[in-house]
């Protein structure tokens, strides 16, 4: 084989292949010193202050009203939050304030309705287990870790051994500002995954309100796999989070990002609907275009779908190879 394969991940903003790289430390590497553990508590921490404080944004721009007892608990909060601008540092005070409101029915209807502002699927975890978190000898587990946002700006690299072959996987920001970024990267290429939030579809960027985030995701990927640079790259499109799509997908029609879409909430057409949109956007037909679904905070999960991908190299090379005996 290759003395070294180099893995490239792209996608858009929170789509999952920072998780991807942090399972690749857990199963091939040493998971997670100490020290990394402590950012990430930190990083959980500011994370949970932040959810807190987009929850509470929401509740007004939605018109709903907290419980008299917390008007002015939410006052307090937006006090504290603002003083202690270090936003790993969560005092008696604030996490008092953040159970309160977290037990407030308006913050759990806001929650419901997400799709109307930027808080993540998965924040009612921390939000949850605050009382773990808060406590001074919390260490996160991997699970914990795993669950963490952290947007990626610049470069992420892991390197490591599998069946005797060295893999470089390089993770990079996938926000519009740093997708710029991409291009430096494209050089030695042997296998493009362009990972894809499933979930979204009922979702708008981050950085740009207006455009949803899968039509946005269809649009690099229309980029990404009709680039030059990656016309005989080998290419897995991940669909990811369908933990997440599965259960939204029986609630919220896929029609609201696809307006011709005409299934209703039905799990197996919804998917099979979205793959077919990225399958047809990639023209270049001598290049196959592998697909996974995964749900990248499961380690097993990814365990499965990083194998397949192997065995997906490992055939691949073998071709290649055909050639020129
Ligand atoms: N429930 C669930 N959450 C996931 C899954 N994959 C990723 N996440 C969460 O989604 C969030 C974003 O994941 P990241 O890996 O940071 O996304 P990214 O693509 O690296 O984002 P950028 O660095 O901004 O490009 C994190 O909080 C993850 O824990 C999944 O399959 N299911
Ligand atoms: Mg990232």
Known sequence: ??????????????????????????????????????????????????????????????ELKLLKSNVYVAEEFNRLNAINTEGQILNKKLIKCI?????????????????????PDNANVYLDNIEDIAQPDYIPSEQDILGCRIPTTGINEIVFDVNNQTWRIVDVGGQRSERRKWIHQFDDVFLLIYVVAINEYNQYLYEDEST?????????????????????????????KMDLFTEKILKFDLNVCFREYKHGLDIEKARLYIEKKFVKKAKNKNRRIFIHYSCAIYTENIEFVFNAVQRTVLENFLKETDVYI
């Open 1 to 62: 084989m290759k003395n070294e394969i180099k893995m490239l991940l792209l996608g858009i903003g929170e789509s999952g292949k920072s998780t991807f790289v942090k399972q690749m430390q857990i199963l091939y590497k040493d998971g997670f010193g100490k020290q990394t553990k402590m950012l990430y508590r930190d990083a959980i921490r500011q994370n949970l202050r932040f959810y807190t404080q987009t929850l509470l944004e929401a509740v007004d721009s939605l």
């Open 99 to 119: 159970i309160n409101l977290w037990a407030d029915p308006s913050l759990k209807i806001t929650y419901k309705r997400r799709f109307n502002f930027q808080i």
């Open 212 to 240: 949803n985030r899968l039509q946005e995701s269809l649009k690099v990927f229309n980029k990404i796999s009709n680039n030059e640079y990656f016309r005989h790259t080998n290419c897995v499109v991940l669909f990811n």
